[in-house]
């Protein structure tokens, strides 16, 4: 996946590759291989890829992304059936696809609907014929990726996949449409040592989207409502609000997007958010900060505004806290409020467990925390601090790697304020361990003021007087030996690559029996039953090998890896302190 070509929507690029010949099929991804390879230049909306010296492709995106078959073109003599158009919407970031009428759309009103005609008694609505079908098809699409394992995925599976994710779209199902683009998505960064790839985000993206496309057609009433999701966040008017600048974070995707988000709050304690977030780089990310937000006639930066305050009529919001910026918007610079000032304060009342409960359970991941610094803690991925926050031992890591970003730096050097006790913001790191992503802190010598981590460079000078940086410790290797990761480590291998990797794995009798030994009763025949569905192939009568049966492992895989996060989820409740039967749970059939 190259950053460098414009995005291509889901439809395309299952388009081109189906047009493809067997023969091209089977070198589709040397093609993708060899155009990542050549010199890409833009001049406007057009890429322009030399193919050789002679021959072109060129990629048109009005709008930022292609969005039509014919919006690929290339100059050799096997076009427009050729392997490099297919290549080229192949080795393109994903976008999003375009907005359906139809399906998608609640029906007007007094417009005849699939509901029962009255009779006395109402039956919970169920998911229409075509919303099957999708379901299906995004299942089998995710399943057969899982049994090639993102090693084995090339570009006809996630061509297949992508065209999965279009139907589903068509058929009103977005939300499984997205998640099945978040697993090509992934799996393209994996395939191409993306440093950015996480084997864990891979794993949670499959497990997304084989959880909805399995839960659909048996899912009824508000239960369906939420597998099916939205194709948009609708906008709601608001009225006034009078916001108060909380901290700003940078963003900077594997997917080519960048930009800055301002995180605010109301009289009330919610949450709000302004953002500036397009296609581009490191250097985006860290400029934006500098832009004026998109919101009214105000020349705030993101910068100012994680420190000052906005007054704001006409207001619109999403149901996650986005502020639009529609054209009867109006806003203008407010003063801000110090983190120990009212609204503000409200935010860091509600102790810990509560809000890691609320962010399990669906709400805001952000945690509002008093935390003192205890020293860092070295391991694979980096340094960490280590913090005491009310009794609870905390990792606290950086929220992003790439150098352009300060984030690394500030922990190291907010490693060196151990016993002064800060105010912080971080994103919670769901896990057996209390574990969370550092965006913003407290100043170490001015509480009144504070840092935004992704943005700002603190300096030894901004540190208390005499402090020094205590030497990393080694990461214990207890945590990830948890008995639970006996199961994990197997749900994880299938990932990169696949059923076979599990079918020849060996025995697991003896991890069965210790998660047994331990309590672990359920866990022990997921593995078992794993096990057993990634090694059953069966033969014909003639004794050859007939087709393998991708849902059944899909389903067993499945299976496991819900249990798992479910039960990790009550673990990382049980860390922060909290009630593990706070947790909402879900069930897999």
């Known amino acids: 996946m190259s950053p460098d070509l414009p995005p291509v929507v889901p439809s395309v690029t299952a388009e081109l590759v189906a047009a493809l010949p067997p023969r091209l099929r089977k070198r589709l991804d040397a093609g993708v291989t060899k155009l990542l390879a050549r010199p890409a230049t833009r001049d406007g909306d057009t890429v322009r890829i030399a193919v050789d010296d002679e021959t072109d492709v060129v990629l048109h995106a009005p709008g930022g992304a292609v969005t039509g078959a014919d919006a690929i073109r290339c100059g050799c003599l096997l076009a427009p059936d050729c392997l490099h158009r297919a290549a080229a919407a192949s080795a393109a970031p994903v976008a999003d696809d375009t907005p359906v009428q139809g399906p998608a759309e609640d029906p007007a009103p007094g417009e005849d609907t699939d509901t029962p005609q009255e009779t006395g008694e109402t039956e919970p609505e169920r998911a229409t014929p075509a919303q099957h079908t999708a379901a299906r098809a995004v299942f089998d699409a995710a399943a057969a990726v899982l049994e090639a394992g993102a090693d084995g995925a090339g570009a006809v599976l996630q061509a297949e996949l992508l065209h999965a994710a279009h139907t589903a779209r068509l058929a009103g199902l977005p939300r499984a449409s997205a998640a099945a683009v978040s697993v090509v998505t992934a799996v393209r960064a994996a395939r191409a ?57 940078p963003v900077l995707t594997a997917t080519g997007y960048a930009g800055a988000v301002t995180w605010t709050a109301d009289a009330e304690g919610r949450l709000h958010t302004v953002s500036d977030v397009m296609p581009g780089g490191p250097a985006r990310a860290t400029g934006a900060a500098d832009r004026a937000v998109r919101i009214g006639d105000t020349a705030l930066t993101h910068r100012e505004l994680s420190r000052a305050g906005l007054a704001v009529s006409g207001a619109t919001v999403s149901p996650t806290g986005r502020l639009g910026a529609g054209a009867g918007v109006r806003a203008v610079r407010a003063s801000g409020a110090a983190w120990h000032d009212e609204p503000l304060d409200r935010l860091w009342a509600v102790p810990a467990a509560d809000q890691v409960t609320r962010a399990l359970n669906g709400g805001q991941d952000l945690l509002f925390l008093e935390v003192t610094f205890t020293g860092t803690v070295r391991e ?15 990792r606290l890591a950086a929220a992003h790697d790439d150098p352009a970003l300060p984030y ?18 971080a994103r919670l790191t769901p896990g057996p361990h209390a574990r969370a992503l550092l965006l913003a802190a407290a100043h170490p010598t001015d509480p009144a003021a504070r840092v935004n981590l992704g943005l700002d460079r603190l300096q030894h000078a901004d540190l208390p007087r005499g402090a020094s940086a205590p030497p990393a410790g080694v990461a214990a290797g207890g945590g990830d030996e948890a008995p639970l990761h006996l199961l994990r480590r197997r749900v994880h291998q ?13 025995s697991t009798a003896g991890d069965a029996a210790r998660l047994r030994r331990l309590g672990l009763a359920t866990a022990a025949d997921l593995l078992d039953d794993l096990h057993t569905a990634a090694a ?6 003639f004794g050859r090998l007939v087709p393998a049966d991708t849902g059944r492992f899909a389903r067993s895989w499945l299976a496991a890896a819900v249990y798992t996060e479910v039960v990790e989820r009550a673990l990382c409740v049980h860390a922060w302190g909290g009630a593990t039967g706070e947790v909402a749970g879900r069930a897999t059939a």
Not at 536 to 541: A, E, L, P, Q
Request: charged content about 25%; proline content about 6%.
């Open 494 to 506: 299938a990932v990169p690559g696949g059923r076979r990797v599990l079918a020849l794995a060996g």
């Open 408 to 425: 690394r730096d500030n922990l190291r050097l907010l490693a060196a304020a151990g016993g002064v006790r800060l105010r912080i913001v």
């Open 193 to 249: 040592a993306d440093p950015g790839y996480r084997l864990g985000d891979l794993a949670d993206s499959l497990t997304a989207v084989l959880d909805v496309a399995h839960r659909v057609p048996h899912a009824t009433g508000p239960d369906l409502t939420g597998l099916r999701g939205t194709v948009r966040q609708p906008y709601r008017p608001d009225g006034s609000l009078r916001l108060y600048g909380l901290f700003s974070e």
């Open 536 to 541: 059953d192939r069966s033969r014909d009568v």
């Open 380 to 394: 694979t991925t980096g340094d960490c601090l280590l913090a005491d926050c009310a009794g609870v031992p905390l």
